[in-house]
């Protein structure tokens, strides 16, 4: 479908969101160029310009499904690779509110699978590699937004500038479009921030008697219960094991003090599966955690230019949202192009944005040491005793505990939850 006016589109960022934009960009331009400041390791290799590259990315299971229909196959290069599947009602144990959420005997579609980031990126970008169309430019830095009268036509590189019909901001969380937009003479964004000042810690390691799960979460309960345990099965036998804590009750990045940081959650499973095991890693630690939210559905945008991901909807990765809020972006792109671009896009990607954004900056406000906390209303507080409810019977309904987490993993609307079945089990 290219055409003399959709000849070439530059997407900053080579990160998961700038692929999976790059991917749909081939269908509608004869030329795609990813530009990043890294050189792009063809190998699973961590990143400079993905700090929080060791610590562990969840793929939710519509995330999975993104990849599929934009990548048919990739489960199978995923395997390849050393990625683990694993069915999230089956292989998923769950630690909340002072007990185990029940699991499935078999297999209930949920398919997604568990692996480091950086294998997960690299297998992306080596499908991305095999478009004819799709060029990379590594090792660039982007310093501004080319602009001629007022549109945005490419952009500035230290050395050269690069024309394009559009471009796509995908540069995450140190993106610059608010200051460049600033700089030209554009209205800049107004921006939501909301900091739980949580901070991870993580470690791999060999598990010699690994739990009878794929993926443990011990998690973290407001007000008061501020850290959580994650333990994931990533490639090469080796497991992923993280520690969190709420309102800046970091875990220690030696050896004693992550064990006993450990040994303080809620139950004893995840500390029991590292005590004795040999690790493989350094601790690493990460505190850019916070919710921020640019609000370019509110300004004028100058044509030529759109953003997505993290450079637009940035979460507290606690949650585990960010690669399928990047695949829902490819998303909202793809059905605006395919209406040649007619409709507001920044717009669409905002409702996108809702749900994920609510669940995100809604949990992290139940913590009193949360910075930019929102107050519930009276409607969101009949909500949450409602959900409350459902939880309590989720610990041992594993119908209940499903439709919870076919919410989460973003298969169904929040509207799942007032089924009348659940109703009637909410209230009697």
Known sequence: MSTQQNQHAIVIGGSIAGLLAARVLSEYFERVTIVDRDQLPLTAEPRRGVPQSVQPHVLYAK??????????????????????PFDWGQDFLYFQAGHWTPTTETPVGMKSYTCTRPLLES????????????????????IGLLLKGSEIKGIKLAQRELSAQLVVDASGRSTQTPQWLQDLGFTPPPVTVIDPRL?????????????????????????????????AQVENDQWIATLGGYGQDYPPIEHSGFLEFAQSL?????????????????????????????????????????????????????????????????????????????????????????????LATGFDSKFPTTKGAIAPNPIAKLFQAYTNRLTEIAQNDIEVHLQFLQMAHMLKSPNVLFHPKLILKALF
């Not at 004819?132 to 430019?137: I, K, M, R, S, T």
């Open 123 to 142: 297998t992306i970008r080596q499908q991305v590699s095999h478009i004819p169309n799709v060029e990379f430019l590594p090792g660039q830095r982007v």
């Open 266 to 358: 809620a139950d004893p499973m995840f500390y029991q599966a590292i005590a004795q095991a040999e690790p493989t890693s350094e601790i690493r630690a990460h505190r850019a955690t916070m919710n921020r939210l640019y609000h370019y559905e509110r300004i004028e945008m100058p044509a030529g230019l759109i953003a997505i991901g993290d450079s637009v909807c940035a979460l507290c990765p606690v949650y585990g949202q960010g690669m399928t809020v990047s695949g829902l972006s490819a998303l909202v792109l793809q059905r605006w192009l395919a209406k040649s671009k007619s409709a507001n896009f920044q717009k669409q990607l905002a409702q996108s944005n809702v749900f994920p954004w609510s």
């Open 199 to 231: 901070g991870y810690a993580t470690r791999r390691y060999r598990i010699p008697n690994p739990p009878s799960c794929k993926i443990l979460l011990i998690s973290q309960e407001p007000p008061h219960q501020k850290r959580l345990g994650y333990l």
């Open 63 to 84: 995330g999975y499904q993104i990849l599929e229909a934009l990548f048919p196959g990739i489960g199978e290069a995923l395997s390849h690779a050393g990625a683990v």
